[in-house]
């Protein structure tokens, strides 16, 4: 059984630097073809792509967001993580990791980050 | 990037019709689309990939088609759990793009 979950902070201070988790179980990322990608939605608003790591360790950024993003893979290939540097109200969103197979075929349940003095 | 225009923006519709919704790339994306389905306080749900594959366990009223640049999606006899946002996606090039979404509702 493929599950993903985020897990992060809830809230921060604008400029800080946002860490987030994504654990996942049911599949291996270092299965050939896997790809985990962050993606982020506003209330109310679409979805935002923002970064992707694959099985051969490749990673791939929105140029958009790029400067201020970094992620990562664990060595076991059970966690994938995203930073975000500098964070301001516009990064207020809830944020998910999904797996890509066959498109984007399973989601975590979204972590709803808060960017407020 | 590749851009996705997405219409309609919101769709009303009765029980049993049926309903289409389509998107339109910046550029060739060679049938590397999927929609998806979003329900309130949900995550998306995979509906179609590769423009006109079916996801597991998703209902067959749903379909996808097109080639190119232009897609859509449709809904065949329009049940009371298809109000939902739906969007489209494409995956042929990073960053992967999302359409800004068609809300769809009980007319």
């Known amino acids: 059984q493929v599950t993903l979950k985020e897990s992060g902070p809830g809230m921060l201070q604008p400029s800080k630097t946002l860490s987030l988790t994504c654990s996942f179980s049911?599949?291996?990322?270092?299965?050939?073809?896997?790809?985990v990608s962050w993606i982020r939605q506003p209330s109310g608003k679409s979805l935002e792509w923002l970064a992707a790591i694959d099985w051969d360790g490749d990673k791939y950024y929105n140029p958009s967001l790029k400067s201020r993003l970094t992620v990562s893979k664990d060595t076991s290939n059970t966690q994938v993580f995203l930073k975000i540097t500098s964070v301001d109200i516009a990064d207020t969103a809830t944020y998910y990791c999904?797996?890509?197979?066959?498109?984007?075929?399973?989601w975590g349940q979204g972590v709803m980050v808060t960017v407020s003095s | 990037d590749i851009q996705m225009t997405q219409s309609p923006a919101s769709l009303s519709a009765s029980l049993g019709e049926t309903v289409t919704i389509e998107c339109r790339a910046s550029?060739?994306?060679?049938?590397?689309l999927a929609w998806y389905q979003q329900k309130p306080g949900n995550s998306p749900q995979l509906l179609i990939y590769d423009a006109n594959s079916l996801a597991d366990g998703v209902p067959s009223r749903f379909s996808g088609s097109g080639s190119g640049t232009q897609y859509s999606l449709k809904i065949n006899s329009l049940q009371s759990e298809d109000v939902a946002s739906y969007f489209c996606q494409q995956y042929n090039n990073y960053p992967n793009t999302f359409g800004a979404g068609t809300k769809l509702e009980l007319k």
């Open positions: 999904a797996r890509r197979r066959l498109g984007f075929d399973y």
């Open positions: 550029e060739d994306i060679y049938s590397n």
């Open positions: 049911g599949f291996s990322l270092s299965t050939s073809g896997m790809v």
